[in-house]
């Protein structure tokens, strides 16, 4: 399988640029797919913000299945961490405001004992595509950051005032490197990875067979897959949706491109990919 690495040229810039600005800030909000919380960690930001207060946020909740919310217990007995679904909007505002509060208490009572104005500060920070730009729009109540449904949109660092809150939006940021190959896939699979630089046949056909092993029912309700190899599986998604090419051949290409996004959209049930020891491998526990 093709090795999975993606760190264009505009992620060191942004990497560069949290570090300066980080002086700017208070405290730290590292937002994470659910669906996959520690492969949607990227441990160079924790080195970066050197000790700083962080919230550890668990976005697209609503996606993920009960696993996550184990996970994100596991997370909390060693920090702050909340689970979240910034795009519904449901709760999010008022439950991330009383999260960000109990982060920065001790910061806001200095503030207000020097008698000064100025908001507490976050740097909202994690890879591509974990709804970062969406979190800030959910407590802004408007669109005020750009939003998008693949890895990339963000470029620039912005600021955005949210009641007593100024957050610093920046781009999503992925470390130079993978050391572990699996993480690297679950982060494709959710499209936190540049589909144009992915073998996606390759990506379909391993998100078949960690699927058939750990959610098979997804795929039996939607594809009415019975199992096989992951070839027969994407054979059964071209026929049940008829991905047919001229001649009854099946067209593997829509297979895959459908696969992947059932998944992203949550047509293929609630998941969560990752595990504890997955949490640990990353630092995260």
Request: proline residues 4%; aromatic residues 6%; contains cysteine.
């Amino acid at each position: 399988m093709k090795i999975i690495q993606w760190y264009p040229g505009h992620m060191a810039k942004a990497m560069r640029l949290m570090e300066e600005n980080l002086k700017l800030c208070d405290a730290v909000v590292f937002v994470l797919d659910a669906r996959a919380p520690a492969s949607s960690y990227n441990p160079d930001l924790s080195a970066l913000v050197k000790g700083k207060p962080a919230l550890y946020l668990f976005n697209k909740s609503d996606l993920a299945d009960g696993k996550a919310e184990e996970l994100c217990a596991l997370v909390r007995k060693s920090g702050k961490a909340a689970l979240c679904a910034c795009a519904s909007g449901r709760n999010t505002p008022r439950l991330l405001q009383t999260a960000m509060e109990a982060l920065c208490e001790e910061k806001r009572e200095k503030l207000a004992g020097k008698g000064s104005a100025r908001p507490v500060r976050f740097l909202i920070a994690g890879v591509p595509n974990t709804g970062k730009s969406t979190l800030i729009n959910a407590l802004s109540g408007g669109k005020r950051a750009q939003v998008g449904d693949k890895a990339g949109v963000t470029k620039t660092k912005q600021w955005v005032r949210c009641g007593g809150f100024e957050l610093m939006d920046t781009p999503g940021t992925m470390p130079p490197s993978f050391s572990d190959q699996s993480l690297a896939r679950r982060l494709a699979y959710l499209g936190c990875i540049n589909d144009e630089i992915l073998a996606l046949d390759e990506i379909a056909l391993a998100l078949l067979s960690e699927l058939w092993e750990k959610y098979p029912q997804g795929l039996q309700e939607r594809y009415g897959i019975e199992g096989g190899e992951p070839l027969e599986m994407l054979e059964s998604v071209c026929k049940k949706r008829r991905f047919l090419l001229r001649g009854g051949e099946y067209d593997y290409e829509r297979g895959e491109r459908a696969v992947l996004d059932d998944l992203r959209k949550g047509k293929l049930g609630k998941i969560c990919l990752d595990c504890a020891e997955d949490l640990e491998r990353v630092g995260l526990v």
